[in-house]
Every structure is written in structure tokens, then in C-alpha cells.
């Protein structure tokens, strides 16, 4: 079952052009989707403002070598491990979705440009590929949803309580469940064939209402921070003091009158341990 | 100075709305961002500011120190035990820097042990005296409690 391409049985009875013609009309409406939503949202202008407002209260300037290493960091931290998360359990269900929807989504197109004709002989890793995605994808997306969604998790509110935000999470989460129950049920014309592509044109139609975007602008988004903190500006947050530092201890008295010439490590307050109250 | 959500530095993840005292903090429905619902009720603990991992939570100034278009940013650091200040004024001039202990002895090292405190006596409960108000008002031996009594002098101006 794992290693049956889906779309070379479905290749009987829609034709694999038509199948292509699907996918290139899914990307150019999460193109135009993306487009739209920075135009009404104004995110790049104001992206491009606000670095500007921040070099001018840089303190040094950084240099191209520096740059690079940053988007390095911000390529292996933020990008590819979902670094930004400081809550373990969000990091894991983000890499669970992120990994298993680009998984599932490259196999998909590289299974129906290259292998969508009956006579195909389709490399057994590719579909097995697209199941494995579509599970971590089902996995990551159902454990978001029911328990650390902030709706539930902080807000206390019930899991089947949602609003047009979460259009993007359940048009996911709906995509890689038909898609696993249709190949499962043998990957004909079927309903759960229709509810798959409902779906997945909810998904990618949808960007514009959706969060769908934020895959572009949050690895500037996570750029842009980790310059500020670089070039000195700290997006006007106050400096890292060292508290054992004469310098600083002169500055501020109050630091070795109350705490000593070298105040202890206070604890993890109320980092000690997770709120459960709900 | 009730605090604030920078919408665009927020990721939604929900711990301010964990710990604020006064359930004043909240996840917008549309954007899934938090925001302060009430900030007349802040009572500005500054525990959001804490909590938040991203620093996204900030401080509205009072106009009278820092006017409109000024930056009061804050962090609350409970390793070190300080909260740090930055407060920039609109004309972007003046920059200052302010750093103040929040705590002396590391957190949970004071807890008082109130099981090994004697009891109550009946005319303790029965007296309009709050528990240990007695000693810290010193109406039991001494007089109250003086800038002199305790070796302090009144300085000019605002001490940081």
C-alpha cells in the first residue's frame, strides 16, 4: 500500500496533463495569494521601515561576512529546525508539519511530472515518501491542533472552536487526511479524491486569508532580529548587562549594594516549571 | 504604564495569557497575537514582560515622561534577578538607561516556613493585629521604625 504511486491509478481516469495543469494552478495562486496578502498587509513596507528605523540607532555597523553567518544561522536555527519556538512541544509539531507538508508536496509534484502514467514504474521511495509526509503532516497538525493550539492550550477554550485563522491548519490537516484515506481506499475517483482536491485548493487558494504566507516573511522576519542584535539597536531593548562588570556596577549602584560584587545565579523562577491550569 | 503587544514580534505562543494575574491577556481571534483587552485593569506587574519569549510585550510610557512616539522597552531578567529599562524620548536624544535588583536572594530560597512559626495564642487571634504586625511595627519593644533608627539619611533628587 505504502509503495503504490496513487497517482498513476488515478492516471486511468483523469489525464496526467490535466493532474500538471492542478498543480501549476496551485502555485501561481499561492503566488498570487503571497502577493496579495503582503499588499494588504503593507508587511514588506513596513519591513523595509523599520530596518531602516533601526540602522539609525545602530551603535556599529555590520559587516557582509557578518551578514552571511547571520542568514546562515537563520537558515539552520530558524528555518530548518524552527528554532524561534520556545516551547519544545510547538518546535516538534512545527518541524512534524513543515517537514511532512514539504515532503508530501515535493513527491506529489515529482510523482505527477514524472510518474503519473499507468505504465510508470515509480520508484518505491517516492510514495512511500508522500505516505510517510502526509503521516508526520497528520501527526504534527492533529497534536497542534488538540492540545497546543493557544485557543485550547492558554485560552482554555474547547478544541472544535475555530475561526477563519485557522483556515490554514485545518485546510492542511483535512489535505493529508483525505489524501491517506483515498490511497488507502484505492486511489480511484472517489469522494475522498474530492475532498483531497477541495481541500488542497482551500489550502493553497487561500492564502490570502490564511497564514499560509508567513513562510516567506518570517525567516526575514527572524533576519532582520538577529541584525539588530548585531548591529548594536536591540530593537530598543535595553542592554545584556554583565552584573560583575566594575563598569556596570558603577552605573548602577543599586546592583552591588543589594546583590554583591557578584550576584548569584537567581533560578529559573517562572521558567521552573510549565503553567497547567486549565 | 500598562503594557502593550507589538503584534508584529508576537508569535501567539500563549504565555503571557498563562500567567497574567488579571486574565487581561488574550489571543485576538483573527490574528491568533496577543493583546492586553483591558489596560485601565493592568496593574502592571510586568509578569507578560517576563513571560514573553520574543520581548514583544512592552511598556506604554505615561505622556508625561515619555510622549507619544517615545520607546519605553523593558526586560525583566529572573536569572540575573533585574529588570532593565531603556526609555528613548521621540526626539530620539534622550536615551536612558536604568537597572534596579528585583531580587536579593534567589527565587524560592525565602519562602517563609510557617509550619515551624509557634501558633497563635487565643489573644493573638482575638486582637486586631494582623500575624507578625507586632514586630514590624515594633509596638512590642522600641519605637517605630526611622530614617535614623536605621542608619538612613534623606538624599536629594530621585536615587536609581
Known amino acids: 500500500m505504502f509503495a503504490i504511486n496513487p497517482f498513476a491509478s488515478l492516471s486511468e481516469v483523469i489525464s496526467p496533463a490535466m493532474m500538471q495543469g492542478y498543480i501549476v494552478l496551485m502555485i501561481l495562486l499561492v503566488m498570487g495569494g503571497t502577493i496579495l496578502d503582503m499588499i494588504h498587509k503593507k508587511s514588506a513596507q513596513y519591513f523595509f521601515e523599520n530596518a531602516k528605523k533601526a540602522k539609525k540607532s545602530a551603535t556599529r555597523s555590520v559587516s557582509g561576512g557578518e551578514k552571511t553567518s547571520i542568514a546562515a544561522s537563520v537558515l539552520v536555527k530558524e528555518v530548518l529546525t524552527s528554532g524561534e519556538f520556545s516551547n519544545p512541544r510547538r518546535r516538534l509539531s512545527h518541524l512534524l508539519t513543515m517537514w511532512g507538508t514539504i515532503i508530501f508536496i515535493v513527491t506529489t509534484a515529482i510523482m505527477i511530472f514524472g510518474y503519473s502514467t499507468p505504465e510508470a514504474s515509480t520508484p518505491a521511495l517516492l510514495p512511500q515518501l508522500w505516505h510517510i509526509g502526509a503521516l508526520m503532516l497528520a501527526v504534527g497538525g492533529y497534536w497542534f491542533w488538540f492540545s497546543i493550539r493557544v485557543d485550547v492550550s492558554a485560552e482554555g477554550l474547547p478544541w472544535f472552536r475555530f475561526e477563519r485563522a485557522d483556515l490554514f491548519i485545518l485546510s492542511l490537516l483535512a489535505t493529508a487526511t483525505f489524501a491517506l484515506i483515498w490511497s488507502f481506499t484505492g486511489a480511484g475517483l472517489t469522494i475522498f479524491f474530492a475532498l483531497f482536491i477541495l481541500a488542497s485548493t482551500v489550502l493553497f487558494g487561500g492564502v490570502y486569508w490564511s497564514k499560509f504566507a508567513h513562510m516567506f516573511f518570517k525567516p526575514a522576519a527572524a533576519y532582520q532580529k538577529k541584525i539588530t542584535r548585531a548591529d548594536g539597536s536591540r530593537e530598543n531593548l535595553p542592554p545584556d548587562y554583565d552584573l560583575t562588570d566594575p563598569e556596570v556596577q558603577r552605573k548602577f549602584p543599586d546592583i552591588p549594594t543589594y546583590m554583591g560584587k557578584n550576584p548569584p545565579n537567581m533560578g529559573l523562577c517562572i521558567k521552573a516549571e510549565r503553567a497547567k491550569h486549565y | ?160
Open chain 2, 1 to 160: 504604564m500598562p503594557t502593550f503587544v507589538y503584534m508584529t514580534r508576537c508569535d501567539g505562543c500563549g504565555e503571557c495569557v498563562d500567567i497574567c494575574p488579571s486574565d487581561i491577556m488574550h489571543i485576538d481571534k483573527k490574528l491568533r497575537r496577543a493583546y492586553n483587552i483591558e489596560p485601565n485593569m493592568c496593574w502592571e506587574c510586568y509578569s507578560c514582560v517576563k513571560a514573553c519569549p520574543h520581548h514583544a510585550i512592552d511598556v506604554r510610557g505615561y505622556a508625561d515622561f515619555a510622549p507619544l512616539g517615545h520607546s519605553v522597552r523593558v526586560i525583566r531578567d529572573e536569572e540575573k534577578g533585574t529588570i532593565a529599562w531603556r526609555i528613548k524620548f521621540r526626539n530620539g536624544k534622550k536615551d536612558m538607561e536604568l537597572l534596579a535588583p528585583i531580587t536579593t536572594k534567589p527565587w524560592g530560597s525565602a519562602t517563609p516556613d510557617l509550619a515551624k512559626v509557634p501558633a497563635p495564642s487565643k489573644e493573638m487571634r482575638d486582637s486586631q493585629l494582623l500575624f507578625n504586625e507586632p514586630k514590624y511595627i515594633r509596638m512590642d519593644d522600641g519605637g517605630l521604625h526611622t530614617l535614623q533608627s536605621n542608619g538612613l539619611e534623606i538624599k536629594e533628587g530621585v536615587q536609581y
